[in-house]
């Protein structure tokens, strides 16, 4: 079945820790995005792209990093982890019909 | 710049209709969706109009007035389980959709 996945779901880790949110699209979509959301709050765009070796920051001031070497594959890394990072980050892909997005991943840092 | 305009809360009751409102000034565009989202879950996919009108599927129709900027999103027969953020999104031709700060929904008894 074609979908978007995301891991982990939930992640709680001390500060100055390195991480790595993964995201993967069986849809075969060429645009990928990561939207930062902190409850209640709307979504902020922090990074898109359009295709392989393709990335861009978005709106949202952000210090995590992306990449993209697969068309299904687009993690994001954040080198040293702080209080302030804490919040709810989505993977999404898209077609002409519209975005799906991944379960996302609730981060904690303490 | 991008805005977009949901009202922030609003109460509804079981078995009634509710309407949300959604105005946008944008730079471009190329439609609007709308999605809904749960407390803690990934927004899922409602309904896009990119032509005026009214777009019809199920309990759920959605309305665009492109020349005033305005849609909205209609639930009929609601449900305890449509208790949920309602999103207003609008793909402007770049890069992503802008969303707005979403419309809480509660459905009481």
């Known amino acids: 079945e074609a979908d978007i996945y995301q891991t982990p779901r939930y992640l709680v880790i001390g500060t100055g820790k390195k991480i790595t949110l993964e995201c993967s699209q069986t849809?075969?979509?060429?645009?990928m995005y990561w939207y930062q959301q902190d409850p209640g709050m709307e979504l902020h765009l922090i990074h898109y792209?359009?295709?392989?070796?393709?990335?861009e920051k978005g709106d949202l001031s952000s210090e995590s990093t992306v990449s993209r070497i697969r068309t299904e594959h687009f993690p994001l890394t954040l080198e040293s982890a702080r209080p302030s990072h804490t919040s709810q980050y989505l993977c999404?892909?898209?077609?002409?019909?519209?975005?799906?997005f991944g379960s996302g991943t609730r981060l904690t840092v303490v | 710049g991008q805005n977009i305009d949901q009202p922030t809360e609003m109460t509804a009751t079981e078995g009634a209709i509710v309407q949300i409102n959604c105005t946008y000034q944008?730079?471009?565009?190329?439609?609007l969706f709308w999605y809904q989202q749960h407390a803690g879950e990934a927004p899922t996919f409602l309904s896009y109009?990119?032509?005026?009108g009214l777009e019809e599927k199920g309990r759920f129709s959605s309305f665009l007035s492109r020349s005033k900027g305005y849609s909205y999103l209609l639930l009929k027969e609601l449900q305890m389980k449509d208790s949920a953020s309602y999103l207003c999104?609008?793909?402007?031709?770049?890069?992503?959709?802008?969303f707005g700060s979403g419309t809480r929904l509660q459905v009481q008894p």
């Open positions: 999404a892909s898209s077609d002409l019909y519209g975005y799906t």
């Open positions: 849809m075969g979509h060429d645009k």
């Open positions: 792209s359009y295709g392989v070796n393709s990335t």
């Open positions: 944008t730079s471009g565009f190329n439609g």
């Open positions: 109009n990119v032509l005026d």
């Open positions: 999104a609008v793909n402007t031709g770049r890069r992503a959709l802008t």
